[in-house]
């Protein structure tokens, strides 16, 4: 096979601050294990930027969605609305710990759950909504917290690719009894692998620490509130290491820098494809007037899926590597388990063949940007 030089990657990780440093200092603190001094650090200014009550670092967004599963106290039969087109961890997290996933459409301009939905799918045994801020573009938070709230039932924002968006003025994962952030390395802020749990609901901090700390109260013990640690509770294992908290500590410092760098890419990439999107019926993404996006995603909406595998091995032949992305989860093999094509999801699937994600890392350079557009726009339609 011939095989193309790689001249830009889809996403490529980078430091951006004082992260060697940082691990350094956390390996001569000797403490490596998890809630070492970067650990809390990490915490205290997330609470602080997001204006949550309580962050949790964990192994990946995942393991907070699974924590988050576990607080709600989930009992055989409870149903979570979860969008069709996410990630598989969205509802894995709740599937595994019991629940019956009820897939609900995405809104076709900002792919966002589609809230007007949602009270066709609520009964009595709906436990949960969780909407993912897709691109980092927050849902429709009021009509979702109206109706969660009416209904008596939790809300749990996957925010993995929202971190510092808002929606009306207050950021996104401050609006669910809990959120979740992934710091993997695709998204805009990242140690590898990681992630955090937002707690905005006081009543669940405590459960939430001992649920993350192998079901003892062992968190408790460290502040001296209990003399000894003990089993509490069922739980796991979801702190991750003080070095990946060092490396996410220097990142999360820099996010002036890495959210103006991200804005620069994603608003070249709008004003450059704008008329040649609009000349090729090919749509950009829709950003709404009270929403501040986090800039986390810049894809293209090509007219037929046929386009969009052309375009796809068009830019990877000149070394570009563009990608698609989630595929409907209801009629995936699992899904389909759980009923599958009972749920009507037109959306989904036509988002899901047409939609095509540009490179978008944060250091990716201007010449690279210009040679990604140019090579868009030299894209032979009659492929
Ligand atoms: C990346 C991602 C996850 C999973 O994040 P991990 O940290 O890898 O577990 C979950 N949900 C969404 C929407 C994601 O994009």
Redesign the pocket.
């Given at each position: 096979m011939n095989k193309t030089t790689i001249r830009v990657p889809f996403n490529k990780p980078s430091i951006i601050g004082n992260e060697i440093n940082y691990i350094i200092e956390a390996i001569q603190n000797g403490h490596i294990s998890g809630d070492g001094e970067f650990t809390k650090s990490c915490q205290t200014l997330l609470e602080k930027q997001l204006e949550v009550k309580k962050v949790l670092l964990t192994?990946?967004?995942?393991?907070?969605?699974e924590m988050a599963a576990l607080l709600i106290g989930l009992k055989p039969g409870d149903e979570v609305i979860v969008p069709s087109f996410?990630?598989?961890?969205?509802v894995n997290a709740f599937v595994l710990h019991g629940a019956k996933p009820v897939f609900i459409d995405i809104r076709p301009d900002t792919l966002n759950l589609d809230e007007s939905c949602l009270e066709k799918l609520i009964n009595r045994k709906t436990k949960a909504i969780v909407p993912?801020?897709?691109a980092g573009i927050g849902c429709e938070m009021d009509a979702i917290m109206n109706i969660a709230s009416s209904n008596g039932i939790a809300v749990i924002e996957?925010?993995?690719?929202g971190l510092y968006g808002k929606y009306r003025g207050r950021s996104l994962g401050s609006f669910g009894c809990m959120a979740?952030?992934?710091?993997?390395e695709?998204?805009n802020f990242y140690c590898g692998?990681?992630?955090a749990l937002l707690i905005n609901d006081p009543s669940l901090i405590e459960r939430a620490e001992i649920i993350r700390e192998k079901g003892t109260d062992r968190s408790r013990f460290f502040r001296g509130q209990v003399d000894r640690y003990t089993w509490r509770d069922i739980g796991s294992s979801y702190l991750p290491s003080d070095i990946l908290a060092a490396f996410l500590l220097a990142q999360l410092e820099e996010k002036n820098k890495v959210q103006h760098t991200r804005k620069f890419i994603w608003e070249y990439y709008f004003d450059h494809l704008c008329e040649w999107a609009e000349s090729y019926g090919v749509k950009l993404p829709f950003v709404p007037a009270h929403c501040e996006q986090s800039y986390h995603m810049f894809y293209l909406l090509v007219p037929s899926y046929e386009a969009r595998q052309a375009l796809i091995s068009y830019l990877r032949k000149l070394g570009i590597y563009s990608v698609f992305h989630y595929l409907p989860l209801h009629l995936s093999a699992k899904g389909r388990e759980h009923g599958g094509n009972e749920f009507d999801c037109p959306v989904s699937l036509d988002i899901s063949e047409r939609i095509l994600r540009l490179p978008l890392y944060n250091d990716l350079t201007e010449d690279n940007l210009s040679y990604v557009v140019n090579s868009i726009r030299k894209f032979d339609w009659r492929y």
């Open positions: 192994t990946s967004c995942t393991h907070a969605l996410t990630f598989v961890s969205t993912v801020h897709y996957d925010n993995a690719h979740t952030q992934s710091f993997h695709t998204k692998e990681g992630g």
